[in-house]
């Protein structure tokens, strides 16, 4: 059974995107060959589709928000233990009937076995409104599972709220740097020797552990179950025993990653040194002898040259000179490509480095076209990412189309999971596995780099790749 209108069809699995658009017209076919997809590139996921309604003429208030999971049943039939497969949904408006989209790992489910599964629609409140639990068999050899339709039943009015609290007894709204691990958001809020890390409503604190690389955190939840959060930047890998390992992405951008209006930033290391050129004034720090040796004049002239320009400035201790020249330039220790090459002469020293913006670079090129994801070609699969230098990226995953935020800079390059849309569209089995592992990689993304064929490589968490070229 085939639809259009799914909430978050494919980005639930990817990038968890708020659904806006409306559904494409016609499901595509299969391309060929290449529409087929092996299971390292699937990764062994099974998932289950449905729909939610109810009977009642009743529209859902501001701010509601759906619930589904799907975990093992006990013998009295409610969920027992964590769950195997969630999605949160924002509404943002939406009324019945709601699709929903669970993905779960192959390996933990058993053939013949029944599985509970839950959906709760609540108001912002956290009051729930609609909800609706039952028992269905999930074949682990089957990738996808349609349940159809399924009728949620109202909740019982709830009790009176209690008075609100006065400021000093409120509770404090969860402070830190919001995470999407899957379709869970987190609030990590990191700490000399720890971090708070707020899941599920709830806030844990995790102490610091011994890590090779980034910062890893763990701790015991009040279920005696093992947690842990290890952060590597914008990105990280969040670990509860008897649940998958998810990987978690930042969801948001609190500042504004575009440099400010008519700034220039150039940057290079051995020595380490910064250059910014505004509207009126040029600063250059560089690391002179174990200090910072800070230079500010007013911008020189700007000097055109056949390949890029110049800006030349005399100072107390000689002449200072600045050469921009397009064309890419990888940072030398991130590999991060540039758009432009820059050096600095300056007090009898050569400094050399890169200028523009990371978000820059990606943009010169209208449409990045995928040509291998994890490894396996997908050539002519109708993958494919446009990004602009304002931080925004847009693109197909071969069935629906989709946008989001990004960022990119010397340390690499994050998808945010929030402030999204997709296009709805159902498409042949194959597709929609391929499109669930595009996504799913483009949203653990962490570094990119230019290859010296021009390859654009995007590598992620859990060994994740896309290849892509203009």
Known sequence: MRRSGWVATCLTAGLALVVTGQGLANAQQPQGANAAVNSSTARALVTIIGELSYRERMALPPGATLLVTLAEQSSGGDPAGPALARQSIDLAGQQVPLSFRLTAVKAKLKAGERYALRAIIQDKAGQPLWSIQGAHVIDPDQPLHDLGRLWLTRAASPAPAPAPATAPDAAPQPAGIPFLCGDRQVQALFGDDGLDLTLDGLTQRLEQRLSASGARYGGTLADGREIEFWNKGRNAR?????????????????????????????????????????????????????????????????????????????????????????????????????????????????LTGCGGSAAAFLAQTEQWTVTALNGEPVADAGLFLRFTSQGEISGSAGCNRFMARYRADANGLTIAGRSSASTLMACPREMMLREQAFLSALRSVQTHTVQPDGTLVLTGLDDTEIRLRR
Request: net charge negative; glycine share 8%.
């Open 238 to 350: 969040l670990t509860i025993t008897g649940e998958a390992e998810t990987a978690c992405a930042q969801a948001e951008f609190p500042d504004d990653p575009t440099p400010a209006a008519g700034q220039y930033e150039a940057r290079g290391r051995a020595p380490d040194w910064t250059l910014l050129i505004g509207p009126e004034r040029l600063d250059l720090v560089r690391s002179v002898t174990g200090t910072s040796q800070i230079t500010q004049i007013a911008v020189p002239e700007r000097q055109l040259l056949a390949d890029g320009h110049r800006y030349v400035a005399r100072l107390s201790t000689g002449e200072l000179r600045v050469t921009i020249n397009p064309g890419l330039c990888l940072d030398p220790r991130s590999l991060v490509p540039f758009p432009d090459r820059v050096t600095v002469e300056v007090a009898g020293q050569e």
